[in-house]
T-cell receptor
Framework: AQTVTQSQPEMSVQEAETVTLSCTYD???????LFWYKQPPSRQMILVIR??????QNATENRFSVNFQKAAKSFSLKISDSQLGDAAMYFC??????????????FGDGTTLTVKP | KAGVTQTPRYLIKTRGQQVTLSCSPI?????VSWYQQTPGQGLQFLFE???????NKGNFPGRFSGRQFSNSRSEMNVSTLELGDSALYLC?????????????FGPGTRLTVL
């Protein structure tokens, strides 16, 4: 079974600084997707960034970027120029490729990010 | 387009009762997945429905069931509620139910079992 581990229950960052959230996963599959989701205190979970395992290039979305190390099964999220609105719980998630797995994601336990003004 | 909606947002039940939660996906989305979120267990996959058929199921007891209607709206039912069923229940929808699709989450239903 696939597992996703986020070893940092809590992280804090100063506004405008950079922070990196860690995620490792375990799978025997070679083709899969990895995601970072953000869940603000209002509880609506939204997608921050996604990475296809077959792509070597790291995904980037504005201030958010990932460091995907497939061999090490590591998938960290870097937030640059942190803003107060980035404060939330961040979840790392894994999804196998294939139609029958489309709706099933495996999540880590989450990292609560605090942004200090 | 309206986002994923879930009703009710909050629910209080007592042990032994049953409960039904509803999820309306984004218009045009055909796949709906359900997750249970608790402080101790995190986010756990319950099941996924696509075109009115259960396509995937997590490791939950048979007390947890669901269905999907022809308009893609989905309901999940929990019978004989236990204290441990207290959780935030999230549903998520995708367009075609393909693994490349982005899952869009609803705000959740907070269930409290007394």
């Amino acid at each position: 079974a696939q597992t996703v581990t986020q070893s940092q229950p809590e992280m804090s960052v100063q506004e405008a600084e950079t922070v990196t959230l860690s995620c490792t996963y375990d799978t025997s599959e070679s083709d899969y997707y990895l995601f970072w989701y953000k869940q603000p205190p209002s509880r609506q979970m939204i997608l921050v960034i996604r990475q296809e395992a077959y792509k070597q290039q790291n995904a980037t979305e504005n201030r958010f970027s990932v460091n995907f190390q497939k061999a090490a099964k590591s998938f960290s999220l870097k937030i640059s120029d942190s803003q107060l609105g980035d404060a939330a719980m961040y979840f790392c998630a894994y999804r196998r490729r294939g139609e029958t797995n489309a709706g099933k994601s495996t999540f880590g336990d989450g990292t609560t990010l605090t942004v200090k003004p | 387009k309206a986002g994923v909606t879930q009703t009710p947002r909050y629910l209080i039940k007592t042990r032994g009762q049953q409960v039904t939660l509803s999820c309306s996906p984004i218009s045009g989305h055909r796949s709906v997945s359900w997750y249970q979120q608790t402080p101790g267990q995190g986010l756990q996959f319950l099941f996924e429905y696509f075109s009115e058929t259960q396509r995937n199921k997590g490791n939950f007891p048979g007390r947890f069931s669901g269905r999907q209607f022809s308009n893609s709206r989905s309901e999940m039912n929990v019978s004989t509620l236990e204290l441990g069923d207290s959780a935030l229940y999230l549903c998520a929808s995708t367009t075609q139910g393909a693994s490349t699709d982005t899952q869009y989450f609803g705000p959740g239903t907070r269930l409290t079992v007394l």
